[in-house]
Every structure is written in C-alpha cells, then in structure tokens.
C-alpha cells in the first residue's frame, strides 16, 4: 500500500528545542488568556451588566472573529513583512486588552477591548506557527506538537485562574491577571530575537510547491485539509460544550461535569505531542485518517458502556481526536512553503472558526432530541473529516526540488 506524507526536506541542524519551547511559552501565554476571555464574558454581560444572553453570543462572536477567522490575513502579512516582534507584541496586546476589560463599565467599551485582545491573537498565531515551521526542520510534525501543547496548557489554566480571582477580587482581578502575561512578554523580547537568529541561520530558500500534482490539485489538498480539521474542531467542540448537559441528566453534579470536561481538554495534550512524534515517523496523513477513524468506536463507547469505561472511552477518544492537530497543520504548511504563517492561519483561524460556528447550530439539534442524542450522532463526525485525509495527495507529486518540502511516497507492504 502506497503512503504519502509531507516532509521537509531542510537541513537536521536547523530543530532547536530550546527555540521552539520560547515560541510555545508565547502560545501559552496568549492562549492563558484566551482562555478566560468566555469567563469573563459571562460574568461581565450576565452578571454585572445584567444584559442577554444574545449580547453574550455577540461579544463571543467578536472575539471569534477577531481572533481567529481574520488568522489567514494576519498569516498572510506576516509572510510577506514578519518580524520576531510580532509575537511578543501580539501577546502584549491580548494581555493588556484581558487586564483592562475587568474594568469596564459599559458594553461598547468591552467589545472594543475584546477587539483588541483577539487581533493580538490573530497576529500571534500565524507569527509563531511559522517560526516553530522553520526551527523544526525534519522534525516538523513535532515541533508543531509542542507548539500546539503550549497554547492547549495554557488555554486549559486560563478559566481556572479567572474564575478564582472573580469570586476573591471581582472585575478588578483582571489587572492581577495581567502581571504575569507582562512579565511574559518581557521575557518574550529578550529571548526572540535569539530564535529569529536560529530560524534564520537554518533557512533555506524553498522553491517550487509542494504539490500533489499542480496547483489546482494543491488548493484541493488545502481545502480538504481545512476542512477536516474543522469538523474535528466540531466534535471536539461539541463534546466540551454539551458533555454537562449529559452528566447532569445521568445525575452527576456540576463540579463532576466539569471536572470530566477539564479532564477531556487536558488528556488531548497527549494526542497533541503523539501526533506530531507519530506524523514524522509514519507519515502525516496515515496517522492522521487512523487516528480520526479510531476515534469513532472510542465516542461511541461513551454511550454504549457503563459509567466507568465509557469514561474511559470518551477520555481515549480526546486523546485521538487531538492527534490530527498537529500533522494537519504540518501538511498544510508543507504545501504552503512560502506562506507557512498563513497556513496556520487557515488551520488554528478558518478551521477553528467554522468548526465552532457549528456547535452553536447543533444547540437546535440538542432542543429537539436532547444533548446526548445529539452528541452520538456527532461521534460519527471524524469519519468525514478522515475521508478527507484518505482524499489528500492520492496523486504522485512532483518533487519540490531540494530545498523545498516534498511528498514522500515510499512504498511499504500493506
């Protein structure tokens, strides 16, 4: 059986473990208070405010929007004009936006700021996608991981601090949230410029594409890849927004949903690094339709066998869902050479976003069947999102030269 994956064909020399571990502490940081933005929401807009919930979802929205759908963009300047600057001041903008936002009093003012925070997201994302892309050298796929790992720490950390410092502070905790992402950032300016010097000496001009077969064959590759991540982006999304409603209708208590949800998120870090480790090794797109496929039965089981396993099964099923993540972002900066920023944006901002948008369409689904019907018919979800890997790169590409990223496709007993 044929087996296709992307790999860059750039020197060994240029991985640096100590370069990509500063890009993730800046994904981790500007995830840290990503992820206390939805808090912060609610409590501002429903709790202080005392607005509707549909100005809750606008101000979600806004920062959907700004933070993740406009990524490509971002991705695409950061191409053509980046600099090891855009980081730590994409993370200083998301850090001081969250400090301030405790303090406002009015809801112009707080979807202003929440404009603010997620642009600096937006140009964080695509600035360090395409560093950890070029200090990863053969080790692509694992860089991505551990890049991908620090956002997923610190989007996990995030809420947990917040909501501590609300009930003890009120709104004004936003500013003690805020010292350590300074402090951050800080540490951010003096340790890029070091990376920007690695990333640099270990360049290669890549030339060519890295397609399958053409450029148009190449968009479709793109397209399917986006598209895959963004219905497992849905599966994922749905199980951590509807996963309460099951418990609490199983008779579980609220702490207990949410504790199994910290559980789902945390777990997927392990998928986060194996993807990466496996996709270098075994090659992106057979890990990734494997993983994808393995996930099913795994989801199912979470409502086919008592309380036990089928907790173990959902915690599994986190795990394989997470492990495309990685080799998905790989492949697609594999046919993007020149554009690396912009594929991640494409992947962590189009993906993302649309795979979000859909959850909220299911919540009309879960009205009329009920959360856990629902969510057993979307554990089906990564099948499609598999079919799409099994259709990239089915034909043989031409190779990209040798300083570009090509297609290996080396074949091995089936």
């Not at 509707?52 to 490509?72: H, N, R």
Request: one cysteine or more; glycine letters at 14%; charged letters at 10%.
């Amino acid at each position: 059986m044929a087996r296709a994956a992307v790999t860059p064909s750039t020197p060994q020399g240029t991985w640096s473990l100590r370069s990509i571990g500063v890009i993730a502490f800046g994904h981790g940081t500007s995830d840290f208070y990503s992820g206390m933005v939805p808090l912060l929401i609610f409590y501002l807009v429903i709790k202080q405010q005392h607005l509707s919930p549909f100005l809750q979802g606008v101000a979600g929205f806004a920062w959907y929007l700004t933070s993740s759908i406009v990524q490509p963009l971002f991705g695409w300047y950061s191409d053509a004009h980046g600099r090891w600057w855009f980081l730590p001041v994409g993370v200083l903008l998301t850090v001081t936006a969250v400090g301030a936002i405790g303090f406002t009093h009015d809801y112009p003012t707080l979807l202003a700021l929440i404009a603010v925070g997620g642009l600096g997201s937006a140009i964080m994302h695509p600035e360090a996608g395409k560093y950890a892309a070029q200090v990863g050298s053969l080790r692509h796929g694992s860089a991505i991981s551990i890049f991908q790992i620090g956002g997923q720490v610190g989007f996990g950390i995030g809420p947990a601090l917040i909501a501590y410092l609300l009930v003890h502070q009120g709104g004004s905790a936003t500013a003690l949230a805020a010292i350590p992402g300074l402090v951050a950032v800080a540490a951010l300016l003096w340790a890029m410029p070091h990376v920007d010097a690695r990333a640099r000496a270990g360049a290669r001009v890549r030339t060519g594409s890295a397609s399958f077969g053409g450029a148009a064959s190449s968009t479709l590759d793109i397209s399917l890849l986006v598209g895959s991540t963004g219905l497992r982006y849905l599966a994922t999304a749905a199980f951590m927004t509807y996963l309460p409603n099951v418990l609490i209708a199983r008779g579980e208590s609220l702490v207990t949903a949410g504790q199994v949800v910290t559980a789902f998120l945390l777990v997927s870090s392990i998928g986060l690094f194996a993807g990466g480790f496996l996709g270098d090794r075994f090659g992106h797109r057979a890990v990734s339709f494997v993983s994808l496929a393995l996930a099913v039965p795994a989801l199912v089981g979470f409502f086919v066998f008592p309380a036990a396993t089928g907790m173990l099964c959902l915690l599994v099923g986190s795990v394989l869902l997470a492990v495309q993540n990685a080799p998905g972002v790989a492949l697609t900066q594999a046919l993007m050479p020149r554009n690396l920023g912009m594929a991640l944006g494409l992947m962590n901002g189009v993906a993302f976003g649309a795979g979000s948008a859909l959850v909220a369409l299911l919540g009309m689904q879960v009205e009329r069947i009920g959360a856990a019907g629902t969510l057993y018919g979307v554990a089906f979800v990564p099948l499609a999102a598999a079919a799409c890997f099994a259709m990239v790169g089915r034909r043989r590409a031409r190779p990209a030269g040798p300083n570009g990223y090509l297609l290996d496709t080396r074949r091995e007993r089936s």
